[in-house]
């Protein structure tokens, strides 16, 4: 991994949640390249594992940890075991979230004769999984920042990044639940920069706009590989006529977690797009 920007996070001790992910273990790479301690946690520690193993392989320091963002036991659990192996927290990266296809709707626009036909409709959304997608998103967020966040009271150079989306901005169609729940991201964001602002925590958010993930790879692409009638909508709708690359969130990463060059940033919301968000579509 090569890095455009190096802060020099020595002695820091940085903490992933769902750092196994395909955006979320660039971030734990980069973090730990630019000397910090990284705690990643994962559900399956296996995956976290392989992680940390590449991490190391780069000569820098990783540990492995598992952990459910839902649930405040396993958080605490989690935050027990990272104060054994590294200390205190100084980075937070809130990471682990996504969506569910089970909480999607069939189609786009709703018409006369859906309720009748073999179509999942608004009208047919489970609320146990809108539950599901919205609590691993801000529940998820949520749980790990009332842990960790402990650890950085008073102590300088402390930060929270939490991972919003462009669906905060403009909700995206047939996915009404992760919509939601990263509009909630970039609202808690601002509510806790404000909170936390005596006490020298800084918060703040990266909105990625379009990147091909696990995730979201059957959204965009067809079985067979071609892309879908939305990929075609989105890249007309991306300025730059492409899908982001996960490297290429990793300045605005270390920028925000910097003190020296982002001390007075908390707060923000950061698109990274490929112009998705400036463009109106004319």
Not at 155 to 181: D, H, Q, W
């Amino acid at each position: 991994m090569e890095l455009c920007y190096r802060p020099n996070l020595e002695g820091k001790v940085a903490v992933v949640t769902g750092g196994a992910g395909v955006l979320c273990k660039e971030f734990a790479k980069a973090l730990a390249l630019c000397g910090a301690k990284v705690a990643i946690l994962n559900r399956t520690v296996s995956k976290a594992e392989a992680v940390c193993e590449e991490i190391r392989a780069m000569g820098g320091e990783a540990a492995a940890v598992q952990v459910d963002v839902t649930n405040k036991e396993s958080v605490k659990a989690a935050h027990e075991e990272v104060l054994k192996i590294y200390g205190p927290c100084d980075i937070l990266i809130n990471g682990a979230g996504g969506n569910n296809a089970r909480a999607n709707t069939d189609k786009e626009y709703f018409e006369m004769g859906d309720l009748d036909a073999d179509t999942k409709t608004f009208f047919d959304l489970d609320d146990e999984d809108l539950q599901f997608v919205f609590n691993l998103n801000f529940i998820g967020t949520l749980i790990p920042t009332q842990e960790f966040a402990k650890d950085m009271i008073g102590r300088e150079g402390c930060n929270i990044i939490n991972v919003s989306s462009m669906n905060a901005f403009t909700p995206l169609t047939k996915i009404p639940a992760y919509s939601g729940a990263k509009a909630a991201i970039s609202n808690f964001t601002q509510w806790l920069a404000v909170h936390f602002s005596k006490v020298g925590i800084r918060v703040n958010a990266i909105a990625p706009g379009f990147f091909a993930t696990d995730q979201n790879r059957s959204l965009l692409f067809n079985e067979d590989g071609t892309p879908t009638a939305r990929t075609g909508k989105i890249l007309a709708a991306t300025p730059m006529g492409r899908f982001g690359q996960p490297e290429e969130l990793l300045g605005a990463l270390l920028f925000l977690v910097d003190q020296k060059a982002a001390g007075f940033v908390t707060g923000i919301v950061i698109p990274v797009d490929g112009g998705f968000s400036a463009y109106s579509g004319v």
